[in-house]
């Protein structure tokens, strides 16, 4: 049987709420994963593109979690005075989002460590280029001590 909810609990508006933020995530989610290939094919270019994007459903979220704000005031006597069927979508839609989110932070946390990876691996590439150079700089100045010059004095 089915409980009445209070009159200023409307159990639709915060449906819709959580249906908003779920397609929020699942577009979040989705740019993690291009995220991932632009990381993965050293693309940095379109990587910012992806950020923008991300950042705007990160605004968008915010926004969606300031309305979801007075429903989690009070949330245990709230939830269970929804109607069971809400109550039932409202637990589907809160395991969905959940999951999304733990997706979504694992990946973030992979792709961290790969971009850490690549920074390490410039960084050595860089200090190996730069040894090189100085390597090349030392033998060229050796190699000119040898020599004689007209204006040095040395020679013929």
Do not use: C
Not at 66 to 88: C, H, I, N, V
């Amino acid at each position: 049987m089915e409980q009445a909810a209070p009159k200023w609990l409307n159990p639709q508006r915060l449906i819709d709420l959580l249906i908003e933020q779920r397609d929020l995530y699942k577009r979040l989610r989705s740019l993690s994963e291009r995220q991932r290939g632009m990381i993965s094919s050293d693309t940095p270019e379109h990587l910012l593109n992806i950020l923008r994007e991300r950042q705007a459903l990160i605004t968008a979220l915010a926004a969606i979690n300031e309305k979801l704000s007075p429903f989690r005031q009070g949330w245990d006597g709230l939830y269970a005075q929804l109607p069971d069927t809400a109550r039932q979508q409202v637990s589907d839609l809160l395991d969905e989002i959940n999951g999304l989110l733990g997706a979504i932070l694992a990946a973030d946390q992979e792709d961290s460590a790969l971009l850490g990876a690549r920074r390490q691996t410039v960084g050595e590439a860089l200090r190996s280029v730069n040894d090189t150079r100085a390597a090349n700089a030392a033998y060229a100045r050796n190699a000119g001590a040898g020599r004689t010059t007209p204006a040095g004095g040395q020679g013929a």
